[in-house]
Structure formats: structure tokens, C-alpha cells
């Protein structure tokens, strides 16, 4: 894959990129929408609630992680996930900008 240029972007287009990436796959919405259900901390019973191994899940749930939707705390032999309600409401503030910016009525297409 070709160089993304990221540095020609602003730090909101970056940031926004980064949240749609995190969210470009169906098991990581599924786990999104599992942990602001429950709204607690979630330990094993992601897991339970997919049809996705282990490993895969935790690769998921790393994605979420370094997009800064999710955080987690190590608790024992495990680390529970759970919504990072600032970063949320900053993706949930820019995703929402970017869709005021269409004015629509246009005679496109």
C-alpha cells in the first residue's frame, strides 16, 4: 500500500480517519455496541458474545484500543474493555461535523 501523506491532513482529518478505520470492520462494531449496552467493564464474556476466536478478538479489540474508543484495565490474568465515554464523545462530535458539512439540495447525479 502507498504512502498516506498523513502529514499533508489536519490533526481533526487524521483523528476522524483513525475512528472510521477503527470502525471499517463489522466484529469491531459488534464489540462497540456490546460494550455501550452493558455500559461496565467487560472481561471474558466478549469473547462469548462472538463467533470469533480469542486471538481474533483481541486483535478487534486492539484496533478500538489504539483508536482511543475503548480503553482498558488489566485486572489479574485478564484486562477488561469498556467505552472511553471522552474519546466517544469527541469521534461521536467530529463523525457528526463531518456529516453537517453536506448542505444537500444539490443537483448532483
Not at 500500500?1 to 491532513?9: D, I, N, P
Not at 455496541?33 to 463467533?51: F, H, R
Request: glycine share 6%.
Amino acid at each position: 500500500m502507498g504512502a498516506t501523506k498523513a502529514y499533508e491532513f489536519s490533526t481533526t482529518e487524521n483523528r476522524l480517519a483513525k475512528y472510521a478505520k477503527a470502525l471499517a470492520h463489522p466484529a469491531r462494531i459488534a464489540i462497540l455496541k456490546l460494550l455501550a449496552k452493558k455500559a461496565t467493564c467487560q472481561c471474558g464474556d466478549i469473547v462469548e458474545e462472538l463467533p470469533l476466536s480469542q486471538s481474533t478478538v483481541s486483535q478487534h479489540l486492539k484496533e478500538l484500543k489504539e483508536a482511543g474508543l475503548i480503553k482498558g484495565e488489566i485486572e489479574g490474568a485478564k484486562v477488561c474493555y469498556c467505552i472511553d465515554e471522552k474519546e466517544w464523545k469527541q469521534a461521536q462530535a467530529w463523525i457528526n461535523k463531518l456529516f453537517d458539512t453536506y448542505n444537500g439540495g444539490s443537483n448532483c447525479c
